[in-house]
């Protein structure tokens, strides 16, 4: 039988039985779809995800082979290739958390937008939405999800987040970064186009054998932020391994510190 499975749309992501055979996936696989009707399609999830693109490792069991689903979560609809593209579903209570902070009038970067989960919910709040991704299918179906959303302020840029900030001319009171497996090498980025005061949800992932990793974490935050006089809050985004956590850190810069170069930080 299959340890867990995500459900995106009408299509089952499903993580098998180590050793499982073809056979007993595709038996496994049309019982799930007997069970939830509204499931038309599953797909094995096989490995990690891969690349700057973030590509799903996924391969066709059962049902209807068409990779491409609408998702709905939180008033929104997304429409999603999960071939070619990543969506997690178990993300959305932490979407609606960061996206219920921003006020009207912000102005907001998303620098890994994938389709739009973040994106597109923020649009309905902030003054205007930049959203930035390397993935050409995720950029194209994040341009679809816009108009399906009926959602006219968002720029959307296709490339590398650090080299396309370097052409905005405007700076932002809160940057989204969910790219937890190297976030830390856009975060220089990230802080030369943010306001003072303002946002960043900076996510990573965390080992939780002890606090070493989550110190070292930390620790590599203040450091991009000599100078500054920050708060630092973290919020657990759910298990993605044992032991392994998503973590998002919101980081809010105040201000200039004008006393110490180590900043200030205030855990939650």
Not at 102 to 114: C, H, Q, R, W, Y
Not at 177 to 200: C, H, Q, R, W
Request: aromatic letters at 8%.
């Amino acid at each position: 039988m299959n340890k867990s499975f995500d459900i995106i749309g009408n299509i089952a992501i499903v993580k098998f039985s180590e050793g499982a055979t073809l056979k007993e996936k595709k038996k496994d696989a049309e019982l799930l779809m007997r069970k939830n009707k509204h499931i038309f399609s599953v797909f094995e999830k096989r490995g990690k995800i891969s690349g700057e693109e973030r590509i799903p490792d996924v391969k066709w069991i059962a049902g209807k082979r068409s990779s491409v689903t609408l998702h709905r979560e939180n008033g929104c609809v997304f429409k999603v290739d999960v071939r070619k593209v990543f969506f997690t579903p178990r993300l959305s209570n932490e979407r609606m958390r960061v996206v219920s902070q921003i006020k009207s009038g912000e102005e907001v970067l998303d620098m890994f937008a994938g389709v739009g989960p973040y994106t597109i919910p923020a649009a309905k709040r902030a003054k205007e939405v930049c959203s930035i991704d390397i993935n050409r299918d995720a950029v194209a179906l994040l341009k679809e999800n816009l108009k399906l959303n009926h959602i006219h302020n968002v720029r959307v840029f296709c490339g590398d987040s650090k080299r396309v900030v370097k052409r905005l001319e405007i700076k932002f009171d809160r940057i989204i970064m969910n790219y937890p497996l190297d976030a830390e090498t856009f975060l220089d980025a990230a802080i030369s186009v943010l306001k003072s005061p303002g946002k960043i949800h900076f996510y990573s992932f965390v080992s939780m054998h002890g606090e070493s990793d989550m110190k070292e974490k930390m620790d590599m935050i203040r450091k991009h932020f000599i100078g500054k006089k920050i708060k630092i809050e973290r919020f657990y985004a759910g298990e993605i391994a044992p032991n392994i956590v998503r973590t998002c850190f919101d980081i809010t810069v105040l201000g200039r510190n004008t006393v110490s170069n180590q900043g200030r930080d205030m855990l939650v």
